[in-house]
């Protein structure tokens, strides 16, 4: 192994040597950066220019949004909150609906266009009763993209110069260990480039779509909640509910009396009465063997 590092090693530096032979600069290209000093000593006695800057790179941005908003009745407001992710482009990711107390809610989660976030969270809130509450977030993912982006330029480079020497190894040594090494290093390069490539692919999704939760919780006066004060159709309710949850344990007792404990007391009386029998016929005999 020691060999084949060595020649792996020799092979690098005679293409170092290349690229530095084929980089390096000819007269001429040695004259014209000073010219081009002269020129701008002159240009800077007549006027003072800006120096020009790098374009800066658009910043890469998450947005999520959540809700809890109040609503009269939770099925009509879900699908059009349906309606409004795929009129804005988007899509619903997830979407639940269950109910409490006899109360339809519901709890809906839309992918929408980053730049109609706030489109749709003002649609959103003319939908409820009320907002209970709100909140929105941003995460500047912006660094990572650009580390991700450097990282597979790099990569892309040192591929290139595997491959460059991948080919040489094949024309000079024509050995399958040493192309097989080159190979894996190949591949170990092409894998880190797919995996960053993919990173970024994710995370440029994830700021084109924002995500947006909404809960959906009925409405105050839907709900079997008092309010302070004295509200008697309040109360008829909850005494009617009270009264139908009773007779429900009255039913469910009766019906498992009927269905389970009354067959086993007739199953015990039963015994109970041919044992009685049993008992009364033996009596009846050993009183007729004794009398005479």
């Known amino acids: 192994m020691k060999k084949k590092e060595l020649v792996l090693l020799a092979l690098l530096a005679a293409f170092s040597c290349k690229a530095e032979k084929s980089v390096a600069p000819t007269p001429s290209e040695a004259v014209a950066p000073q010219a ?9 006695t007549s006027a003072s220019t800006a120096a020009p800057q790098a374009p800066a790179m658009p910043r890469v941005v998450i947005r999520n949004a959540q809700m809890t908003l ?3 009745d939770a099925g009509p407001v879900a699908a059009k909150l349906t309606a409004l992710a795929s009129s804005s482009g988007g899509y619903v990711s997830e979407s639940k609906q269950w109910r409490d107390d006899g109360q339809l809610r519901a709890s809906i989660t839309l992918r929408i266009p980053a730049q109609r976030l706030d489109e749709t969270l003002a649609t959103a809130r003319k939908l409820a ?3 209970e509450s709100e909140n929105v977030d941003a995460n500047d993912v912006t660094q990572e993209y650009v580390d991700l982006d450097a990282q597979v330029r790099n990569l892309e480079a040192a591929e290139n ?3 460059q020497l991948m080919t040489d190894v094949r ?3 024509r050995k399958a260990e040493d192309i097989l090494e080159v190979y894996q ?3 170990e390069l092409r894998g880190q480039i797919e995996q960053a490539k993919g990173r970024m692919r994710y995370l440029s ?5 924002a995500t947006v939760k909404i809960e959906l919780v009925p409405d105050a006066i839907a709900k079997p909640v008092v309010a302070p004060g004295w509200q008697p159709f309040a109360i008829v309710r909850d005494a009617s509910r009270v009264l139908v949850r009773t007779l429900q344990a009255l039913g469910t007792i009766a019906i498992w009396c009927v269905i389970y404990l009354l067959p086993i007391a007739l199953l ?3 015994v109970a009465w041919i044992l009685r029998r049993i008992v009364r016929a033996a009596r009846g005999r050993k009183s007729g063997a004794s009398v005479p």
């Open 36 to 44: 081009a000093d002269a020129a701008r000593a002159v240009t800077s």
């Open 70 to 72: 109040v609503v009269a």
């Open 129 to 131: 009763t009320r907002v």
């Open 161 to 163: 110069e595997m491959r």
């Open 171 to 173: 024309q000079r040594m």
């Open 185 to 187: 290093h190949l591949t």
């Open 205 to 209: 999704q994830l700021s084109a779509l």
């Open 268 to 270: 015990f009386v039963l």
